[in-house]
């Protein structure tokens, strides 16, 4: 994990973490405490992906799930609630 304080980015500016970046994200240390991540474009766009893959099969699971009868219909949110405390007892 590349890191750098953020004392050091005010004093040499963006060429700090662009040396960085070349092996990694770069974590930024504030009052010493991780506060920033600086990403290549590349990486962010690979989360990005990753995210959007992960929404698109959990919508996919979903509508499987619908077209099995795996899901329950409730009256109101309240039954649902009490469906939820049902299960976390048992």
Not at 9 to 25: P, S, Y
Not at 39 to 63: G, H, K, M, P, W
Request: glycine share 4%.
């Amino acid at each position: 994990m590349n890191t750098i304080p953020a004392q050091e980015i005010k004093r040499r500016g963006i060429t700090a973490v662009d040396e960085l970046i070349e092996t990694g994200d770069v974590h930024i240390i504030k009052n010493n405490q991780p506060r920033y991540v600086v990403l290549s474009e590349a990486r962010y766009r690979e989360l990005i992906e990753a995210q959007n893959e992960a929404y698109t099969a959990r919508v996919r699971a979903s509508l499987e799930d619908l077209r099995e009868g795996r899901v329950s219909r409730f009256a109101s949110a309240k039954e649902l609630l009490n469906a939820i405390e049902s299960e976390d007892e048992a």
